[in-house]
Nanobody, 119 residues
């Protein structure tokens, strides 16, 4: 099992930057695909970005060119660097780790961190 704790959220003006961190417990972090998701009020949770154990990345179209996902396996930590933030990026951001793939994937989720972008 991998337990995750997000940090780094906060209030920032439009055009600003934040870096979110996702600290993981457990020795298997380096073998897991890590993802960042977000959920705005009244909306469904949506994918922001993922990074595989081989450092292959995938981004939602809405954040391409502005956000960068990365990982430091030595520190058991994943990151989401967010630049050129927009008010529509306001949401609770969650990280997850893919524990088991297949038709019914199993994930471990963090508790979330609030990001608020003011106009």
């Amino acid at each position: 099992q991998v337990q995750l704790v997000e940090s780094g959220g906060g209030l920032v003006q439009a055009g600003g930057s934040l870096r979110l961190s996702c600290a993981a417990s457990g020795s298997t972090f380096s073998s897991k695909t890590i993802g960042w998701y977000r959920q705005a009020p009244g909306k469904q949770r949506e994918l922001v970005a993922t990074i595989t154990r081989g450092a292959n990345t995938n981004y939602a179209d809405s954040v391409k060119g502005r956000f960068t996902i990365s990982r430091d396996n030595a520190k058991n930590t994943g990151y989401l660097q967010m630049n050129s933030l927009k008010p529509e990026d306001t949401a609770v951001y969650y990280c997850n780790a893919l524990l088991l793939g297949g038709n019914t994937p199993l994930y471990s989720w963090g508790q979330g961190t609030q990001v608020t972008v003011s106009s």
